[in-house]
């Protein structure tokens, strides 16, 4: 490059400069989301929000870069995964921010993702105990019986509500204590239940949705940030609240879930309501009108 070649392109630099433009395209954003399990719809719809919130940012903070990985973490683990912000700097959460422990250190995503519906529960039991439940209509009667719960979820909820609760690490071991009649259910969510279960690779034909009742607890889900990159915290923030606004996370919402919530048949089920001690009011009075949308 000659002299009078250089001269223009140190002057086209220092332009850019002075109009406050990059003299060169910045890297993209990369965005590291771990799920636990990448079969379920779930993951897909957080992938999706996450995507759409950061498609609808690019005109004012540039490209990004997703990557998705699946592995079966204990909570702990990924919560000091989130922490580092590594290999993870994205993840959703489940409960009010003012809870201590996993939430401390994290920068939170303060959009609501679920509508609320988190925190509507089916039992995954044995086939042949459901005349038992048939029996149930309240929390009292249903607290009789022990029940199972992964370790680091919101176990601590239904132990307020009066429950016997077993703790497994892993899903697997969760669902080998319950075929082998260590507790008699285990509380999922709505959009994360499914119709069939397999315990180490083989299908498990005697472990079912029950069939007559729905629980309920205020319970929330945020995506959080790892504290080592506050960018993409406030590049959520504002990509969500846009999305809430024009209406388009309650559109996703139903595209990832309205056909299970209609089969799951939740109007027609006996609902129990259990207390959340973590409740802050945050999401203020339970409409369970919406159920009515998955008729």
Same mark, same amino acid.
């Given at each position: 490059?000659?002299?009078?070649?250089?001269?223009?392109?140190?002057?086209?630099?220092?332009?850019?400069?002075?109009?406050?433009?990059?003299?060169?395209?910045?890297?993209?954003?990369?965005?590291?989301?771990?799920?636990?399990?990448?079969?379920?719809?779930?993951?897909?719809?957080?992938?999706?929000?996450?995507?759409?919130?950061?498609?609808?940012?690019?005109?004012?903070?540039?490209?990004?870069?997703?990557?998705?990985?699946?592995?079966?973490?204990?909570?702990?683990?990924?919560?000091?995964?989130?922490?580092?912000?590594?290999?993870?700097?994205?993840?959703?959460?489940?409960?009010?921010?003012?809870?201590?422990?996993?939430?401390?250190?994290?920068?939170?995503?303060?959009?609501?993702?679920?509508?609320?519906?988190?925190?509507?529960?089916?039992?995954?039991?044995?086939?042949?105990?459901?005349?038992?439940?048939?029996?149930?209509? $309240? %929390?009292? /009667? @249903?607290?009789?019986?022990?029940?199972?719960?992964?370790? &680091?979820?919101?176990? =601590?909820?239904?132990?307020?509500?009066?429950?016997?609760?077993?703790?497994?690490?892993?899903?697997?071991?969760?669902?080998?204590?319950?075929?082998?009649?260590?507790?008699?259910?285990?509380?999922?969510?709505?959009?994360?239940?499914?119709?069939?279960?397999?315990?180490?690779?083989?299908?498990?034909?005697?472990?079912?949705?029950?069939?007559?009742?729905?629980?309920?607890?205020?319970?929330?889900?945020?995506?959080?940030?790892?504290?080592?990159?506050?960018?993409?915290?406030?590049?959520?923030?504002?990509?969500?609240?846009?999305?809430?606004?024009?209406?388009?996370?309650?559109?996703?919402?139903?595209?990832?879930?309205?056909?299970?919530?209609?089969?799951?048949?939740?109007?027609?089920? $006996? %609902?129990? /309501? @259990?207390?959340?001690?973590?409740?802050?009011?945050?999401? &203020?009075?339970?409409? =369970?009108?919406?159920?009515?949308?998955?008729?």
């Amino acid at each position: 490059m000659n002299r009078q070649s250089s001269g223009l392109v140190l002057l086209l630099v220092c332009a850019l400069s002075w109009f406050g433009l990059p003299a060169a395209a910045a890297e993209p954003l990369v965005v590291k989301y771990l799920g636990n399990h990448a079969s379920l719809v779930s993951e897909d719809y957080y992938l999706a929000l996450l995507n759409a919130a950061l498609q609808i940012t690019e005109p004012t903070h540039g490209s990004y870069q997703m990557v998705f990985s699946q592995e079966p973490l204990s909570s702990e683990r990924k919560h000091e995964l989130l922490v580092a912000g590594e290999k993870i700097n994205v993840d959703r959460l489940v409960g009010f921010p003012n809870q201590k422990g996993a939430r401390e250190g994290l920068i939170r995503v303060s959009v609501p993702l679920l509508n609320g519906f988190m925190g509507y529960r089916i039992l995954l039991i044995r086939k042949e105990d459901q005349s038992r439940f048939n029996s149930i209509s $309240t %929390l009292q /009667e @249903l607290a009789k019986l022990p029940m199972g719960f992964g370790k &680091g979820w919101e176990g =601590h909820v239904y132990k307020h509500n009066g429950f016997t609760v077993a703790e497994p690490l892993t899903m697997e071991s969760l669902l080998k204590m319950l075929a082998g009649k260590r507790y008699f259910f285990v509380p999922l969510s709505v959009i994360e239940i499914d119709d069939h279960y397999e315990i180490e690779g083989t299908h498990v034909e005697n472990l079912v949705p029950e069939q007559h009742l729905l629980l309920y607890m205020p319970m929330p889900v945020f995506f959080y940030v790892s504290p080592q990159h506050p960018e993409l915290a406030e590049r959520l923030t504002l990509g969500l609240e846009q999305l809430n606004a024009n209406g388009k996370i309650k559109e996703i919402f139903k595209q990832h879930f309205g056909a299970r919530l209609k089969r799951l048949g939740l109007n027609e089920r $006996t %609902l129990i /309501e @259990l207390s959340n001690p973590d409740d802050d009011g945050s999401l &203020g009075v339970t409409n =369970h009108a919406l159920m009515r949308e998955f008729k």
